[in-house]
């Protein structure tokens, strides 16, 4: 997903550094558990309590609520970027 389409550059960065704070705080990185693919891993706890966080921080910034699959992509961009990696970035060519 480009996040142009749903996010302008402040909406992208104010989520990008929500979820980087927010992931630093609960120790996400740090968590050494099975990938369990149950929804119920303090993983996915924390995942779906930040995504939750996040939307209504969101609104009281901007006003208006956040696409979820904006949400959703930004918080494993963070995860991405707190990983040290860098992430895949959109294709900008037109041809």
Known sequence: MDWRQWLDVKQYEFLLHWFMRRQ???GLATLNE???YDGYSVYDQLCQ???KDAAVAYVERFSTPAAPIALTNMLHLAELELAGRPPKRPDTTQH
């Open 24 to 26: 630093r705080e609960v």
């Open 49 to 51: 309590q930040m995504l």
């Open 34 to 36: 099975p990938l369990a």
